[in-house]
């Protein structure tokens, strides 16, 4: 049973940073791609980054790139999103999903449906 752990969330102001972790177990972590993903109150999950099996891929969101950083260490089984010069428009639950296979490419790896296992969320305020 795949199991996603995510951590590192809270209250922070605008132009603050923060770092999400997110430990996985349950199947061989490097042999997946992991995402990161967002939902604010009253919107839709939305994709804000992904990182291929080795880290040589990474994807962003528009609206973060630039700002935030996804990384991973594939010996302790965890990815990690640096996030900097937040905004209150960051403000959301940030999810740690893995994907369905080692590599993705472009469109594939921001959509949803092919993410296969999710955790349950570390919320994130950022405060004018």
């Known amino acids: 049973q795949v199991q996603l752990v995510e951590s590192g969330g809270g209250l922070v102001q605008a132009g603050g940073s923060l770092r999400l972790s997110c430990a996985a177990s349950?199947?061989?972590?490097?042999?997946?791609?992991m995402g990161w993903f967002r939902q604010a109150p009253g919107k839709e999950r939305e994709f804000v980054a992904s990182?291929?099996?080795?880290?040589?891929?990474?994807i962003y969101a528009e609206s973060v790139k630039g700002r935030f950083t996804i990384s991973r260490d594939n010996p302790k089984n965890t990815v990690y999103l640096q996030m900097n010069g937040l905004k209150p428009e960051d403000t959301a639950a940030y999810y740690c999903?893995?994907?369905?296979?080692?590599?993705?490419?472009?469109?594939?790896?921001?959509?949803?449906?092919?993410?296969?296992?999710w955790g349950q969320g570390t919320q994130v305020a950022v405060s004018p």
């Open positions: 990182i291929t099996w080795n880290g040589g891929l990474t």
């Open positions: 999903t893995q994907y369905r296979a080692a590599n993705c490419a472009g469109s594939g790896c921001r959509a949803r449906a092919d993410y296969e296992y």
């Open positions: 349950g199947r061989t972590f490097s042999n997946y791609a």
